[in-house]
C-alpha cells in the first residue's frame, strides 16, 4: 500500500511536470513531440507497465483493507463523533474509487486513443523527423466541453485531499517517522498535493479559458 | 455544591447475542461526582426500584487500571482528552444535559452485558509476546544495566498504556495498533527487553490480526482519545520492528 502509493506519488510529478507543455503556446509542438516519447521509449514501457500494475494493486488492496476493516469496527455509536481523525484519513478508499473512476474516463479519452486507435491526426515538425500523433488537439478539443472539465477538478480535488492523507501516512506506515523531519515531512505532504493537483487543474481550465489568443490546433509545421 | 439534573440515554443489553437499546434516566447529581460516582447515584435508585443496575466495570477508579471502558457522547472515556472515565468529574457537564452513554464498539471487544466488553483479547496479544523471559528471583542491582535516559524516557511514556481499549473504540478500523505498538515499545527499548525483540513484534502482531482487530490505516484517532496521551510514534516504531523483523530475523 504505502509502497505503492510511494511510487504513484513520484509517478504524478513526471506525469504532471509533463504535462505542463499542454500549456506552451506552441500549437501543441513539444507536447505532441513529448507524448510519442513517453509512448515510444522501451525504458518508459516497461515503468508505465509498473505502473498500471501498481495503481491496479494499490486499489485492490485498497479496498479490501476497508471492506476488512469496516467488519473490525463493532458499529456507530448512536451520538457525538470521536476526536482525533480527520475526514480524509477515514474515506480514502471512497477517494480512491472517485480517483479509479477518473482514472478510467480520462484513460479512455487519450491513452486508448493514443495507444490502441488511429484516429488521430498525424503532424510532422521542422527540426524533428518523424510524424507524431496530434494528441494535443485531442486534448484542446476535449477540454472544450464544460462537463469534462468540471469532472476534471472533482477528480483532481478527491486526488489531493487522498494525497493530503496519503503522504504522510506512507511514511507511518513504513516507520519513517522521527520528531526532527516528520514536521518536514507533513509540510511537504500539503505543499506536494496542492502543487501536482493545481498542477493538473491548470490544464483544463487553461484549454477551456484560453489566453487571449485562440490555441492554434493542426499546425502542420512551424 | 450546585445540584444537577441529567437526562442519561444508556446502552442496556442483557447478553452478548441481545440486540440492546438505549433506556432513558433522569438522575440527579453534582458537579463534584466523578463520572461512575454519578452511575453508582443512577444504579441506587435503580435497585432501590428494583430494577436492573446497569453493569459497568470499574476498579480503581483513579485512572490507572483501564477497566472503566465506556463511551459518552461518542468519545471513548468521554469529552475530555487525556483522562479516563473515572476521573471525569460532572463539571464538565451542564445542568439539564442529555449525555449518551454506550459500550465500546469494536469487533474484537463483544460486548457481554450493558457497558461492560470483553478485552480478553488484549491479554491474549501480551500472552503472545507482551513479556521478558527472565528467570525470577532476587532482583537485580540498580544500575547494573546502564540505560540511557532518552530511551528510559521513551519505553517510560509508552509504559503509561492502562491497556483500557479507547483507542480500538475510538477507531474507524477498530484496530488496537496503539495498545499493541505500546507494548512492544515499552519493553523492546531496553536492553533487558531488546533481545527478545523479533519475536515478540511478530508475535504480538500476529496475535493482534488474529483476534480480529482492523488494520492501521493511521487516522491518529487513538492519539487523540488515548487518556494516557500515547503517542502514534509508538505505532510507527512498531511497524519498523515488524519490517526489519520480517525481513532479517529467521522468527
Ligand atoms: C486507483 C485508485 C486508488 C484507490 C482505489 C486508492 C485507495 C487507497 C486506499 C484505500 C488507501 C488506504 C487508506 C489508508 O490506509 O488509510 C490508500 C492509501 C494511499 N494512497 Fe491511494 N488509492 C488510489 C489512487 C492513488 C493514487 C493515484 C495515489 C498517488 C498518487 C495514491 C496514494 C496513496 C498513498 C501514498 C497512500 C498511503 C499508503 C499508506 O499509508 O500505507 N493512491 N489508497
Ligand atoms: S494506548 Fe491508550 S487508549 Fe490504548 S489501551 Fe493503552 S492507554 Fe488505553
Ligand atoms: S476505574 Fe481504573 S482507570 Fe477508571
Same mark, same amino acid.
Given at each position: @500500500?504505502s509502497?505503492?502509493g510511494i511510487f504513484l506519488i513520484l509517478f504524478l510529478i513526471?506525469?504532471m511536470s509533463?504535462? +505542463?507543455? +499542454?500549456? !506552451? ?12 516519447? @513517453? ?28 471492506? !476488512? ?8 455509536? !448512536? ?5 482525533g481523525a480527520t475526514w480524509a484519513s477515514?474515506?480514502m478508499?471512497?477517494l ?23 484516429? +488521430? ?20 478539443? !476535449?477540454?472544450?466541453?464544460?462537463? +469534462? ?7 483532481v480535488t478527491?486526488l489531493c485531499i487522498h494525497l493530503v492523507h496519503g503522504f504522510q501516512s506512507a511514511f507511518q506506515t513504513l516507520g519513517l517517522t522521527h520528531k526532527k523531519y516528520t514536521p518536514l515531512i507533513n509540510a511537504l505532504g500539503w505543499i506536494y498535493s496542492i502543487a501536482i493537483c493545481a498542477g493538473f487543474a ?21 | ?5 441529567? *437526562?442519561?440515554?444508556?446502552?442496556? $443489553? ?15 447529581? &453534582? ?12 444504579? $441506587? ?48 457537564? $451542564? ?39 527472565? &528467570? ?6 540498580? &544500575? ?35 495498545? *499493541? ?15 527478545? &525483540? ?8 500476529? $496475535? ?9 490505516s493511521n487516522t491518529y484517532?487513538?492519539e487523540a ?6 503517542s502514534v510514534s509508538?505505532i510507527a516504531?512498531?511497524n519498523r ?11
Amino acid at each position: @500500500m504505502s509502497l505503492t502509493g510511494i511510487f504513484l506519488i513520484l509517478f504524478l510529478i513526471v506525469h504532471m511536470s509533463g504535462n +505542463l507543455q +499542454l500549456l !506552451a503556446d506552441d500549437g501543441g509542438r513539444s507536447f505532441n513531440i513529448y507524448a510519442a516519447f @513517453m509512448s515510444e521509449n522501451p525504458f518508459i514501457r516497461v515503468i508505465s507497465i509498473g505502473l498500471y500494475a501498481s495503481i491496479l494493486l494499490h486499489a485492490i488492496q485498497g479496498i479490501a483493507l476497508a471492506l !476488512a476493516n469496516r467488519k473490525a469496527k463493532g458499529g456507530k455509536y !448512536a451520538h457525538g463523533k470521536v476526536a482525533g481523525a480527520t475526514w480524509a484519513s477515514k474515506n480514502m478508499a471512497l477517494l480512491g474509487i472517485l480517483i479509479f473512476a477518473f482514472l478510467c474516463l480520462h484513460m479512455a479519452d487519450f491513452w486508448v486513443k493514443m495507444r490502441f486507435t488511429d484516429t +488521430l491526426t498525424m503532424v510532422t515538425y521542422a527540426g524533428h523527423d518523424e510524424a507524431v500523433q496530434d494528441i494535443y488537439s485531442r486534448v484542446n478539443v !476535449a477540454f472544450q466541453e464544460l462537463w +469534462l472539465v468540471a469532472v476534471y477538478l472533482i477528480g483532481v480535488t478527491a486526488l489531493c485531499i487522498h494525497l493530503v492523507h496519503g503522504f504522510q501516512s506512507a511514511f507511518q506506515t513504513l516507520g519513517l517517522t522521527h520528531k526532527k523531519y516528520t514536521p518536514l515531512i507533513n509540510a511537504l505532504g500539503w505543499i506536494y498535493s496542492i502543487a501536482i493537483c493545481a498542477g493538473f487543474a491548470i490544464m483544463p481550465l487553461y484549454h477551456y479559458f484560453p489566453p487571449s489568443y485562440p490555441p492554434t490546433t493542426n499546425s502542420a509545421s512551424m | 455544591m450546585s445540584a444537577m439534573k441529567l *437526562t442519561l440515554h444508556i446502552w442496556r $443489553q442483557r447478553h452478548a447475542n441481545d440486540t440492546g437499546t438505549f433506556e432513558t434516566h433522569v438522575v440527579d447529581a &453534582n458537579e463534584h461526582m466523578s463520572f461512575l460516582e454519578m452511575l453508582d447515584v443512577l444504579n $441506587q435508585t435503580l435497585i432501590e426500584q428494583k430494577k436492573e443496575p446497569v453493569a459497568f466495570e470499574h476498579d480503581c477508579r483513579e485512572g490507572i487500571c483501564g477497566a472503566c471502558s465506556m463511551v459518552i457522547n461518542g468519545r471513548p472515556h468521554g469529552p475530555l482528552g487525556g483522562t479516563t472515565a473515572c476521573q471525569l468529574h460532572m463539571r464538565h457537564f $451542564q445542568n439539564g444535559d442529555h449525555i449518551w452513554v454506550e459500550p465500546f464498539r469494536a469487533k474484537a471487544f463483544p460486548v457481554i452485558r450493558d457497558l461492560v466488553v470483553d478485552r480478553g483479547s488484549f491479554d491474549r496479544i501480551i500472552q503472545a509476546g507482551g513479556f521478558v523471559s527472565v &528467570n525470577t528471583g532476587a532482583a537485580v542491582d540498580g &544500575n547494573t544495566i546502564p540505560i540511557e535516559k532518552d530511551l528510559a524516557s521513551q519505553s517510560m511514556d509508552a509504559a503509561a498504556c492502562i491497556g483500557c481499549g479507547a483507542c480500538v473504540a475510538a477507531c474507524p478500523n477498530g484496530s488496537a495498533m496503539l495498545f *499493541t505498538a505500546a507494548k512492544a515499545s515499552h519493553l523492546g527499548l531496553l536492553p533487558q527487553g531488546e533481545v527478545e &525483540n523479533a519475536r515478540r513484534v511478530q508475535a504480538m502482531v500476529h $496475535q493482534h490480526d488474529k483476534e480480529g482487530f482492523g488494520r492501521c490505516s493511521n487516522t491518529y484517532a487513538c492519539e487523540a482519545e488515548c487518556p494516557k496521551e500515547i503517542s502514534v510514534s509508538n505505532i510507527a516504531r512498531l511497524n519498523r520492528w515488524y519490517l526489519k523483523s520480517s525481513l532479517t530475523s529467521n522468527v
